[in-house]
T-cell receptor, first 114, second 113 residues
Framework: DAGITQSPRHKVTETGTPVTLRCHQT?????MYWYRQDPGHGLRLIHY???????DKGEVSDGYSVSRSKTEDFLLTLESATSSQTSVYFC?????????????FGPGTRLTVL | AQSVTQLGSHVSVSEGALVLLRCNYS??????LFWYVQYPNQGLQLLLK??????LVKGINGFEAEFKKSETSFHLTKPSAHMSDAAEYFC???????????FGTGTRLTVIP
């Protein structure tokens, strides 16, 4: 299994509070991704990173920001959490781009916003 | 634009029966296609991927999928279902140079003893 950990694994928070989710990898892969999983929607890309300090928006980026100061860590921040951000968040990594490289997924973080 | 459609959000089969999970894709260029499996409370695990090398792709746990360009399909099959196959299955598509996978809405497979 790819060495990907996510923390916390579960979090309950209140509307309006900031939340940061962490993804840590031990594979030294260049590309990292944040997805959210919601019933009836599958997984949708929030943000991705193609290197340290290099990030870009995905399909559902509104209300989220990311940072990557080290190869191994990719942080997802909800500046002011809303109930619509209640979801399961998955981090993924891949080694290459420009070819159909496999993305490896972490175990997920279940976030509940009350 | 890329997208995938998975027909049937829930599929039930008897143990030992054929498993068929359907996936149709939409892509303006030759696609790359993936099947992932998700067991309860876990992340996604790659079952198999199509990268244009061969139209019939074999994956882990006895699963395989066939790429049919004329039908824009990439259906997942397994000849004989096992109880341990009960999970949710996702089809996904990407293109060369693309930055992310586009996922279908998933199919939950139930295996009846």
């Amino acid at each position: 299994d790819a060495g990907i950990t996510q923390s916390p694994r579960h979090k309950v928070t209140e509307t309006g509070t900031p939340v940061t989710l962490r993804c840590h990898q031990t594979e030294n892969h260049r590309y990292m991704y944040w997805y959210r999983q919601d019933p009836g929607h599958g997984l949708r890309l929030i943000h991705y990173s193609y290197g340290v300090k290099d990030t870009d928006k995905g399909e559902v980026s509104d209300g989220y920001s990311v940072s990557r100061s080290k190869t191994e860590d990719f942080l997802l921040t909800l500046e002011s959490a809303t109930s619509s951000q209640t979801s399961v968040y998955f981090c993924a990594i891949s080694e290459f781009q420009g070819r159909p490289d496999t993305q490896y997924f972490g175990p997920g973080t279940r976030l509940t916003v009350l | 634009a890329q997208s995938v459609t998975q027909l049937g959000s829930h599929v039930s089969v008897s143990e030992g029966a054929l498993v068929l999970l359907r996936c149709n894709y939409s892509s303006s260029v030759p696609p790359y296609l993936f099947w992932y499996v998700q067991y309860p409370n876990q992340g996604l695990q790659l079952l198999l991927k199509y990268t244009s090398a061969a139209t019939l792709v074999k994956g882990i746990n006895g699963f395989e999928a066939e790429f049919k360009k004329s039908e824009t399909s990439f259906h997942l099959t397994k000849p004989s279902a096992h109880m341990s196959d009960a999970a949710e299955y996702f089809c996904a598509v990407t293109e060369t140079g693309a930055n992310n996978l586009f996922f279908g809405t998933g199919t939950r497979l139930t295996v009846i003893p």
